[in-house]
């Protein structure tokens, strides 16, 4: 599948995808190498894979990383009930210690997680790592060899490798930097915030009646805040979310009235709305006196999480 097609259906699902994404992608698919997607939260990130799990048409497995991160919770468990109950059932049943054992080790017994379940499937999954800076270093470690060799290894069972090679999309926030061996075993790409123009073309893909002022007044606004020094820098997804508020409000443009009564759709510390606050006279130039559209559309129901970017539901 080429950068084409792959932004074409994209566009379809309401993801409008740039040419850096787009062939990152194919090269991905290409190579069968990982991909690491890098940027700052809400830019997309996440939903990629999503979207990229449905243009396929594969499933999408996914592993939440988070700081404690072990084997156990990504890539298998033994099922210890399911055990002792075995181990009690063949008491008497005349077998050695040995094949005893041997059954209880079997894969019948093995709870698939995750990573095991992405290299298990006979159709290619997208596996999805989100997050993967909020791992440890350990666990950082541990993944090299299934990006490297798409292989795992469980010491009861032995080596297993991956039945077909899954399209593996790491992200990461950047919390801390990640190590040179993972880096060296996966395409990078760095997903920053959209231009006013492309964001506007988001905007339009997700909520097709938005008035055009009023996704242009957004566009321009996010930019404005994006160049703030804020503790928490508004998204992708701060602006879907602030475009439905907008839309439920009947607003077809800003208004100081209507920013203040909906800043907690876009910032989300304290700190940010008392900066911005402090900055009315450098951002008024971008905001107009709002008028309220009798008998607007409702907007769709807002079905997305972070970064998502995905078209209305039919």
């Avoid at 990461?172 to 395409?187: G, I, P």
Wanted: charged fraction near 25%; include cysteine.
């Amino acid at each position: 599948m080429n950068a084409a097609r792959i932004r074409e259906q994209f566009a379809q699902r309401g993801f409008i995808a740039g040419d850096d994404l787009t062939t990152a992608l194919e090269l991905t698919l290409a190579l069968e190498k990982p991909l690491l997607v890098e940027g700052p939260a809400g830019v997309g990130k996440t939903e990629t894979a999503k979207v990229l799990a449905g243009v396929l048409g594969t499933r999408l497995v996914r592993l939440q990383c988070y700081e404690g991160l072990d084997a156990a919770s990504a890539l298998y468990e033994w099922n210890y009930s399911k055990q002792l109950l075995r181990i009690r059932l063949t008491e008497n049943s005349g077998d050695s210690p040995e094949a005893r054992e041997a059954q209880i080790f079997s894969e019948a017994f093995l709870l698939r997680r995750p990573l095991l379940e992405a290299i298990t499937q006979d159709r290619a999954p997208v596996l999805l790592i989100d997050e993967v800076d909020r791992a440890d270093e350990a666990f950082e470690a541990f993944l090299l060899e299934l990006l490297g060799e798409f292989q795992v290894t469980i010491p009861e069972l032995g080596t297993i490798a991956a039945r077909t090679r899954p399209a593996v999309i790491l992200t990461s926030n950047r919390s801390r930097e990640l190590s040179d061996a993972l880096r060296r075993r996966c395409l990078y790409l760095w997903l920053d915030y959209p231009t006013p123009e492309a964001e506007i073309a988001i905007l339009r893909a997700r909520l097709p009646d938005i008035n055009l002022r009023l996704a242009e007044a957004i566009a321009a606004f996010m930019a404005y805040l994006r160049d703030q020094p804020f503790r928490k820098l508004p998204g992708v997804a701060e602006s879907l979310d602030w475009a439905i508020a907008l839309t439920r409000l009947h607003r077809d443009a800003l208004d100081a009235e209507t920013l203040d009564k909906t800043l907690g759709c876009i910032l989300k510390v304290q700190e940010d709305w008392i900066l911005l606050r402090s900055q009315s006279a450098r951002y008024a130039p971008l905001l107009t006196n709002g008028a309220v559209i009798e008998g607007a559309p409702a907007p769709p129901e807002s079905d997305y999480g972070i970064g998502s970017v995905r078209a209305r539901r039919g």
